[in-house]
Every structure is written in C-alpha cells, then in structure tokens.
C-alpha cells in the first residue's frame, strides 16, 4: 500500500437545503498545513481549526465534511527544514500502532470523537434491494 502525507485540509458544513423554515448556512474552509503530515493528531488539530473559523450557534446543521488535498508520495518526500516535532520517526510508529490495533479486535480511538453511541444510519425508509437480495424481489401472485 503506498503511503502519503496531506499538506492541504478542506473543511465544509452546511444546513439542510429541504428545510426552508430554518435558518440557513453554508461554509467552509482551507487549513495549509506547516509541513506535510499522515499523522491523525495533526490532521484532527486542523480540522478543529477550520470548524471554530466556520460554526455559528443557532443552525441546524446537516452535513459536514474533511477533503484532504494536496497528497505528497512518501516514497518521494521532500524534507523540509522548517517542520516540527509532530513529523518524526515517533509520531509514525504511534500512528502505525494505532493502525494495527484497529485492525483487529480492539478498538482505540481519539478523546476528540467522543464515548456517545457510533452513529447509525436511519433505515425506516430503506428501499427494497431488488437486485440484491433474494427477500425483497417483489412477489406475482
């Protein structure tokens, strides 16, 4: 598997475009990294950064997303002299422990998603797959 580092993160959220009785908002932004970066801590960090410029109390929102541009080949890494700490040999082996970890039966995670529930996926208006599963072909009687 080829490995990259980001050196751009784009941030958005936005209200619901199908509720036209709320107020509505829609932004987002560009964080620069200093240095190009894979670590998880760094990215969550600029993803923070780029919310606290965009959230506005009072909104409800319905989406939000992270886009990560600007991907630089490690194999073709240029080094730079004016990166930090947070590049360094550590910081990959922490994120490659972290990585192994989550591969298997444990799950770690950052104290920045949170301890509430994992997010489910509505699923009372669920279409019928037709096409995939033999229980939901219609029935000709």
């Known amino acids: 598997m080829q490995k990259s580092q980001v050196k751009l993160v784009s941030i958005f959220i936005r209200t619901s475009a199908f509720s036209p009785n709320e107020k509505q908002y ?26 606290d410029k965009l959230w506005k109390a009072g909104f409800q929102y319905a989406k939000a997303g992270v886009i990560l541009l ?3 080949d490690l194999a073709q890494e240029q080094g ?32 920045s998603q ?3 529930p994992v997010w489910l996926m509505k699923r009372e208006h669920l279409s019928p797959a037709y096409t995939t599963s033999w229980q939901d072909l219609p029935k000709v009687r």
């Open 26 to 51: 829609s932004g987002s932004t560009m964080i620069s990294l200093a240095c190009p970066s894979d670590d998880t801590r760094v990215l969550i960090k600029a993803v923070e950064k780029g919310l």
């Open 70 to 72: 600007d991907l630089y």
């Open 80 to 111: 730079e002299l004016f990166c930090s700490v947070e590049s360094s040999p550590r910081s990959e082996k922490l994120m490659q422990v972290l990585d192994k970890i989550n591969q298997g039966v444990g799950h770690v995670y950052f104290a």
């Open 114 to 116: 949170g301890t509430g």
